[in-house]
């Protein structure tokens, strides 16, 4: 006897890209992305395979968002989603915050997000606009205390904090702005001791 609550081929089709493009690019699809994807004529064609998938059980939507979709179930069981604390906010424009306080937890699924120490900041500021972080916008991190050169980072200056992208050197460390208007914040060696990496980046949550 088949489980009422699995999905049509079709249905499958449609979750598995929302869950793929949710691991690449850290946010859901928008209804037009789908459609455009599936060669569905309208969006009310993928509003209702959003419907049916969402009565199985296996994503929540909010309609009134543009991004409005989160999965909750299909590879990803109860007891693989991991509570996120969203904690302060992070500035991405100059180092200002904090990352102690816990506002509230972020249900997120393991399966699309690496890391066993994540927790999450907003984004406050256009500095790293270029690598596509908004103002508004949910970082989740990865807690770890060093990161490659390249890596998106939030570091702690003081009690402060930024999102940046991390360079260190013989010379020093290097906080790269992706925004051309931002200089870069250089530490030499002697000053390297004043900055702490909290996290790298692993991913984020689109502010609708």
């Known amino acids: 006897m088949s489980d009422s609550r699995e999905l049509t081929t079709r249905q499958r089709q449609v979750f598995d890209f929302i869950r793929a493009r949710g691991e690449e690019s850290g946010s859901p699809p928008t209804l037009e992305e789908i459609c455009r994807h599936f060669h569905f004529r309208s969006t009310n064609a993928a509003r209702q395979h959003l419907r049916l998938i969402q009565q199985k059980g296996y ?11 989160r999965v909750t179930r299909g590879g990803t069981p109860s007891d693989e989603i991991a509570r996120v604390p969203l904690v302060g906010r992070i ?3 100059g180092p200002i915050g904090t990352i102690e306080e816990v506002e509230a937890e972020i249900p997120l699924p393991r399966v699309l997000w690496r890391g066993n120490q994540l927790f999450a900041l907003r984004v406050r500021g256009d500095s790293m606009v270029g690598a596509g972080i908004f103002h508004g916008d949910i970082a989740v991190v990865n807690k770890q205390a060093d990161a490659d050169n390249g890596d998106i980072v939030a570091v702690v200056i003081g009690e402060d904090t930024t999102l940046k992208r991390f360079f260190r050197s013989a010379d020093g460390v290097r906080l790269h702005a992706e925004n051309p208007t931002y200089r870069d914040l250089v530490f030499d060696r002697a000053r390297a001791n004043a900055i702490r990496v909290a996290g790298v980046l692993v991913g984020l949550l689109r502010s609708i």
């Open 59 to 69: 994503l929540e939507r909010h309609p009134h968002r543009a991004r409005g979709i």
């Open 91 to 93: 500035a991405a424009g």
